[in-house]
């Protein structure tokens, strides 16, 4: 069974900083893609961003909001990838999933989500 | 990035109906459209990939059509549990973009 459990979410302040979390079983981690996905209050979800599994590059990419300010990394030793977010806005209020592609789908087709974390950016 | 319009933003239906719910890109995006189902406080779950193909476990009621722009997720004979909202999704460039999402409410 796949599971995927975020952590590390929480309130700061704008201009701040925090890392999340996600922690992977039941999956190769090592050749996975993995993902992130924002879903602000009342709105859709967002693509955050994915990085490639270690066969691929363990390159990443990202969405242009978060683009210089968001960093996604992986310790394939701990099945773990993490989300940095650093020069938080208010508009980065949202729960924070953590997510795992089809295979061979490019990081596109999203099959395992985690339960999310929330992350309120408020002054 | 290609922008994806879903309409209607909200619908109401019943038990039984069957309800046609419209995704639009604003480019072509070839096959690469996925449609996902979200309850209150839970995160997506994948529906159907690649315009039409169902996830393992879906109740094949659930139908996706479609090519280039234009795609459409059909639901016959609703059941209670479908009652939730529904999000397109396109992967055929990055960023990956997901439409503003439709809310099916219970008449």
């Known amino acids: 069974e796949v599971r995927l459990v975020e952590s590390g979410g929480g309130l700061v302040k704008p201009g701040g900083s925090l890392r999340l979390s996600c922690v992977a079983s039941g999956i190769e981690f090592n050749y996975a893609w993995m993902t992130w996905v924002r879903q602000a209050p009342g709105k859709g979800p967002e693509w955050v961003g994915h990085i490639r599994g270690i066969p691929d590059g363990e390159t990443r990419e990202y969405a242009s909001p978060v683009k210089g300010r968001f960093t996604i990394s992986r310790d394939d030793s701990r099945n773990t990838v993490y989300l940095q977010l650093n020069s938080l806005r208010t508009e980065d209020t949202a729960v924070y999933y953590c997510?795992?592609?089809?295979?061979?789908?490019?990081?596109?087709?999203?099959?395992?989500w985690g339960q999310g974390t929330q992350v309120t950016v408020s002054s | 990035d290609i922008q994806m319009t879903q309409s209607p933003s909200s619908l109401s239906a019943s038990v039984g109906d069957r309800v046609t719910i419209t995704c639009q890109g604003s480019q072509d995006v070839g096959s690469r459209l996925n449609w996902y189902q979200q309850k209150a406080g839970k995160p997506p779950k994948l529906l159907i990939y690649?315009?039409?193909n169902l996830e393992t476990g879906v109740p094949s009621r659930f139908r996706g059509f479609g090519s280039g722009t234009d795609f459409t997720l059909v639901i016959s004979g609703l059941q209670p549990e479908d009652f939730a909202a529904y999000y397109c999704?396109?992967?055929?460039?990055?960023?990956?973009?997901f439409g503003q999402g439709t809310e099916l409410e219970i008449k």
């Open positions: 997510a795992k592609d089809r295979p061979l789908t490019g990081g596109g087709v999203v099959s395992y």
């Open positions: 999704q396109q992967y055929h460039d990055l960023p990956y973009t």
């Open positions: 690649d315009i039409s």
